[in-house]
């Protein structure tokens, strides 16, 4: 497995958990989203908004998350995302996994986490 290909997995295997855990706080939308994780993660991390949808559309469907169109003056209609009971039920879950799956990592491959 060539660095690419791992961390498309890694990111692949993150991704619930980074869009639940930014529409925790408050609304958002798909290009937001995609926006807040490129900068928080100072760009290691980057996710075209499109490629979002789909997953924005599953965690809907599922009632993870609850979308809703929101239209401001001068700007085109935008759906924004908030988490539901069952989506903060779920990122709560997720943080314990991957707070276990990276300091198993750490044990196995000597490597300090911050």
């Not at 958990?17 to 925790?24: D, P, R, Y």
């Amino acid at each position: 497995m060539t660095d690419t290909t791992a961390n498309r997995e890694w990111k692949k295997g993150s991704t619930e958990l980074l869009v639940l855990s930014l529409v925790e706080g408050r609304p958002r939308h798909g290009y937001e989203i995609a926006k807040l994780i490129q900068a928080r993660s100072q760009g290691a991390l980057r996710f075209h908004a499109a490629s979002l949808y789909p997953l924005l559309y599953r965690l809907e469907r599922k009632g993870l998350i609850e979308g809703r169109w929101v239209e401001k003056a001068g700007q085109r209609r935008r759906r924004c995302y908030t988490l539901t009971l069952a989506g903060r039920n779920r990122l709560a879950e997720q943080r314990r996994g991957w707070r276990a799956f990276i300091r198993a990592v750490g044990r196995v491959a000597r490597v300090a986490h911050a």
